[in-house]
């Protein structure tokens, strides 16, 4: 496949219940990742969410929009020294400085994020710190991220394992070859498993466009 390619990859998930809803659509090209997805949340609550992240070609995250519906929005943008500001109010994240991705607690799609830009061998680990945008649940004040350390470790070819050492959390992530989470456990589990975990990448259709709207 072309390093020029444009390639678009679909993930459904429901919660472990089998309650919820995510559809998440990965578009992968020249100039970087986007992730956007749809979500009907039960995680810590219900609630309904539309979020869009937004990677360079390296892998930093450069922006980031969600709106809970009915509830606060986030933009973000990242600049290349990784320094974040809040696009809505206008104003510097400096806790965030340092942080070279997101990571949305309303899914496990921005895994991938991490996952794809510390490319590591099996074997090795690596610790990080990411920018957590909270649930819902989680908003105290305003609605802005937290810094959040976190280890990654590759496990196998496409098994990690994801700690969050902000919350004592641990799990292993089966990926695809992409670097989408399939099955999280305790949180998360795929839906349509033979479509959302296919080896082959689709390449999207000639003309096609790699960006939505733009931003701030």
Known sequence: MSTDAIVR??????????????????????????????????????YGAHYEVRTDASGRTRAVRLRYVGGPELRLTVDADARWRDAIR????????GCLDVDLGITPATNTLAIRRLGLSVGEARAIRAAYVPLPSQIDGVFVPSPADQRYTRLGDRLWRYEGLFRSFVAELPVDDLGLVLDYPVLFRRLDAARGASDDAQPAPA??????????
Not at 15 to 25: N, Q, V
Not at 90 to 97: N, Q
Not at 208 to 215: F, K
């Open 207 to 216: 003309g096609a466009p790699v960006r939505g709207e733009a931003w701030p």
């Open 9 to 46: 990859r679909e993930m459904r998930w429901t919660d472990a219940e089998g309650r919820g809803l995510e559809h998440c659509l990965l578009t992968l090209g020249p100039e970087g990742l986007t992730l956007e997805g749809v979500v009907a949340g039960t995680r810590e609550g219900e």
């Open 90 to 97: 206008d104003v510097r994240l400096p806790d965030l400085d």
